[in-house]
């Protein structure tokens, strides 16, 4: 295992072997919080991972990819699956994303490895689940935005369906899979057994959803789009100002009654269309429209100042260049100074939670292609002469 490292989760190695986006989200997790992250890739022969666009070195793969080690393998090579399996010997966590048929064609499925490393936690992400009917299918993060529902629920009312900004599918499976893998870990430390964790976008979308999917299983009620108002707490959406928009969030009696009183506006307060949380939200459009015609009244600096002051939560709505300069995203940390070999000045996301004692460790820039091949083989037992061989025979 590589020296040196600092975080919680520096005991464990972790090999990742995936591409695109929900599983290296989960192996940069580990590699986040110390664990040594040892990801591998195709041999320069075979061509790099372009699965995200742009270059190995561009704000999305240098993001992504932080913090972890690079080993190239053939695994269409039986001495490269041989590599693989020495590895997995001493691994704690294997992160995959395979299509479920094809690592069963590589031999290196959870069965076989378990039979190597019983404590093995064993991490599959997929597009669809391992088995069912749509088991074999490609995933992709806005084909499971589709499927889970999400886009049917997202933009102006008649708008037609709307993709979310970012790919939250590929994002929350990558989250759910570390979280499963630390479970796994934590049971392990009473089992001494690893076991197999499975996730896939589909699964992440639906439960992404949360009370909008409720409403159906539970109520039987079909949600749609609201465009910027909450679905089912109003007033709470974006409203116009002097010089742009700010967000609002003022369901609930008091805090509709403090806005009020901050808007100058007893007429709306006393409204009897407007008394109730029920009757504001069958009401929403009237609503809406007699606060806009207040709120229009401020700038939106002025406004936000305002209103929360009065207990009324609200907030701007940046650009992103803007989000980073906000005062207190620079005073909670968000963004982390990294090493880049071209660009100076960079600096990558960190994580969102912090440790009071032990902090996460965002302190090493995306490897170079293969650029551990000869660290890694040496420490699971390879010397000079093999490794040589290796590269020669294109094993790595």
Known sequence: MSANRQGPLARYMVIDLTRARAGPTAARHFADWGADVIKIEMPAEQGE????????????????????????????????????????????????????????????????LKAINPRLVYVSLSGFGQDGPYANRPGFDQIAQGMGGLMSITGLPGQGPVRVGIPIADLSTGNYAAMGALVALIERETSGQGQWVTTSLLQSQISMLDFQ????????????????????????????????????????????????????????????????????????????AELAGRTKRHKSA????LLNKAGVPSGPIYAIDQMWADPQ????????????????????????????????VINRPTPKLGEHNDEVLAEIGYDKDAIADMKRRKVI
């Open 329 to 360: 995203v620079q005073h909670v940390g968000m963004a982390v100074p990294m090493a880049h070999p071209a660009k100076k000045d960079v600096s990558i996301v960190n994580q969102a939670v912090a440790l009071s004692r032990t902090p996460s």
């Open 302 to 305: 002025e406004l936000v100042e």
């Open 49 to 112: 991972d372009d699965s995200l666009g742009g270059t190995r070195d561009g704000p999305d793969f240098f993001n992504l990819h932080r913090n972890k080690r690079s080993l190239t393998l053939n695994l269409k090579s039986p001495e490269g699956v041989a590599v693989l399996k020495k590895l997995a010997a001493k691994a704690d966590v294997l992160i995959e994303n395979y299509r479920p048929d094809v690592k069963h064609r590589l031999g290196i499925d959870y069965e076989t």
């Open 213 to 288: 999917a409720a409403r159906w299983i539970v109520a039987r009620e079909v949600p749609g789009q609201a465009g910027n108002d909450h679905p089912t707490s109003i007033p709470t959406g974006v409203f116009p100002t002097a010089d742009g928009h700010i967000n609002i969030a003022a369901s609930g009696g008091h805090i509709f009654k403090r806005l009020c009183e901050a808007l100058d506006a007893p007429s709306i307060a006393s409204d009897p269309d407007f008394s109730s949380g029920e009757k504001r939200s069958a009401n929403r459009t009237r609503l809406n």
